[in-house]
Nanobody
């Protein structure tokens, strides 16, 4: 069992940067690849990116590639999402999830956090 809690969201301006954190509990956290998803109002949930259990490999959606960095610190049981050059279209609830590396299918992820709201003003 893995419990996930996101934090770091808020109201920011276009062009700003933001780092989201996902704190995990549960002894098996280190064995899971992790993903970040987001869901904007009226839109489907979207894969943002993922990271392997070791942190060696990452994958990103085209919509954030070049602006996004995902990292993890297994000693702190935390995964991070750094998003730069924020745009109004980045406004969404951001979720972290534990599941297969790089999968864009949220249904394949076993554990989810409650989400953190990111709002980007123009």
């Amino acid at each position: 069992q893995v419990q996930l809690v996101e934090s770091g969201g808020g109201l920011v301006q276009a062009g700003d940067s933001l780092r989201l954190s996902c704190a995990a509990s549960g002894r098996t956290f280190r064995s899971y690849a992790m993903g970040w998803f987001r869901q904007a109002p009226g839109k489907e949930r979207e894969f943002v990116g993922g990271i392997t259990w070791s942190g060696v490999s990452t994958a990103y959606a085209d919509s954030v590639k070049g602006r996004c960095t995902i990292s993890r610190d297994n000693a702190k049981a935390t995964v991070y999402l750094q998003l730069n050059s924020l745009k109004p279209e980045d406004t969404a609830v951001y979720y972290c999830a534990a599941g297969p590396f790089g999968s864009t299918d949220g249904g394949k992820y076993a554990y989810w956090g409650q989400g953190t709201q990111v709002t980007v003003s123009s």
